[in-house]
């Protein structure tokens, strides 16, 4: 396979930013063309940041899995679709070529029709890293249905929030899931969540760690079981069912600063023509590369980088199942030994957290097939750059630092690897078809070199999301309301006399600890229901590893008992809302939150004690009772 868009040197990178300003409708019309379409769109673009109504390629109809599947069949039957490491690296690996994987999904979309699955149903997917969850997601899509994956890690009453917020009526889940030396009982979390949920159909499970699990009559089936039903039907075809590109085609939950998670919703045609876009010419993929991303699949990284944009290139692409430091911190390096691994996407906490075991590790590995690396999730130290150029690339491999969020679909500012200059700890330039501005606090454009600002993009592009699942004006209240006509990000970010940007994080009440996105509001909430906390409040300090670390500020009514235990209850508390990943790192009980007169709480000042910043805490003045604030310093947790 060929990219025609694929760009391959910096002045075509200049003509092709060029030509997507001047003329977006022509450029995004050409790339698109080289997808398959069962009908061509009738207009590339209709817009407007007010309502917000976006729409992309409209008239156009497709099914994303015909051009993930079916039209490499022909040429690239048997080419490796996707290769499987197990957790266990003694176990035996998988490997599905094109045709393999054409034909597992067509069962599975069978199976999930026997049972029910329509266009347009909501089908919940609570899995481990198995080829068997990206068979399924590739499934819902084929027959149309609405997939929204939920993170392993969550908690039950984090996935009953999901479920009832999507009306999700089906589920894909296993027994359980090996993560190093743990197993997850999946299956179990989802009867919790079920308690909660009696409008759940039917709950498809796979058998991956034989963690015994019960089965309620008329709700739950094996995976194996309705396999084989399919396969005595004579293994049937399932024709792709043809979408409007404007159709959606998952949800996907995202933290804010404010409330429940929100659906953030992609549609088939622009989603698929924009993060292919991407892969090809930010990793410059080249036919015969394996592409190994280490992102979970229940993240947007693993919905683009592992599953849609690889396959739609034709790519062959690696999932891994297990953790980066079992059996041992090599676990990366070994799997890019084994498989000849040419383009590795990882993300800076973990680069972190390998720098931590030394070159023991990296020197027992053969890392001479690497040709790109790639790195996301939150901005990268230039140590932990370095580190990875040094050591992983050994000063050969371009570094792609690439940003983007969930909102995005697909990556939307980075280098492009070799095509484009890097600069360690600079995202760089933004990607063909990508208008960002900075913005000042007073809603003003802040132009020119050497700057810094609120990052915002001020035109479409096909990869964006189109609303928050059931409730459109949540759309437009977090991203198009606090800029007129802009796309807001909720991050900041620098721009030098180059154009480069470097993200500098988030500017609102969204944490990033090891790449996770949460909100403080959530973890505030969580912490709210343990019995005895009166009020709390959660800020980010910085950390070694995590990048930011959760600082929780717990104000508590009984001043008695084991204030260790109580930490502990209290992390277990969150740990059961939301999931292990919100956990505080630090929980300081204080006796009062520094509170202005009309009751807000002064964030601000709690994130500089956090930092230790202790004597910048600014202006105490306006606050109600100024005192609390040194109390709260002398108790600061270092
Ligand atoms: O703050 C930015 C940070 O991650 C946020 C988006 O998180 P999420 O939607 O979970 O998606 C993560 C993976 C796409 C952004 O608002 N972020 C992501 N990539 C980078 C980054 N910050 C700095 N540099 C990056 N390369």
Known sequence: MSYPFQIKSFDEYQAAYKRSVDDPEGFWGDVASSFYWRKKWDKVLEWNFKEPNIKWFQ???????????????????????????????????RVLTYRELYNKVVQFANVLKNNGVKKGDRVCIYMGMVPELAIAVLACARLGAIHSVIFGGFSAQSIADRLQDAQAEYIVTSDGAFRGNKDVPLKSVIDDALVQCHFVKRVIVLTRTRTPVSMIKGRDVWWEDEVKFVETMGNPDCPAEEMDAEDPLFILYTSGSTGKPKGVVHTVGGYMVYTTYSFVNVFQYNPGDIHFCTADIGWITGHSYIVYAPLCAGATSLIFEGIPTWPDAGRFWKIVDKYRVNILYTAPTAI????GFGLGPVQQADLSSLKVLGSVGEPINEEAWHW???????NRCPIVDTWWQTENGGILISNLAGVTKAKPGWATLPLPGIQPVLMDENGKEIEGPNVGGNLCVKFPWPGMLRTTYGDHERMRTNYFATYDDMYFTGDGSYRDEDGNYRITGRVDDVLNVSGHRIGTAEVENAINMHAGVVESAVVGYPHEVKGQGIY???????????????????????????????????????????????????????????????????????????QVVDEIKRGRLA
């Open 552 to 626: 929780a500020y717990v104000v508590y009514t009984s001043a008695h008992g084991d204030e260790s235990l109580t930490r502990k209850d209290i992390a277990q508390t969150v740990a059961r809302i939301i999931g292990p990943i919100a956990k505080p790192d630090k929980i300081q009980f204080v006796s009062g939150l520094p509170k202005t007169r009309s009751g807000k709480i002064m964030r601000r000042i709690l994130r500089k004690i956090a930092e230790g910043e202790l004597d910048n805490v600014g202006d105490i003045s306006t606050l109600l009772d100024p």
């Open 59 to 93: 008239g156009g109809r497709l099914n994303i899995t015909e051009n993930c599947l079916d039209r490499h069949l022909e040429t690239s039957g048997n080419k490796p679709a996707i290769i499987w490491e197990p957790n266990d690296p003694e176990d035996r690996h």
């Open 388 to 394: 990875f150029d040094d050591n992983i690339g050994k």
């Open 352 to 355: 972190r957290s390998l720098m």
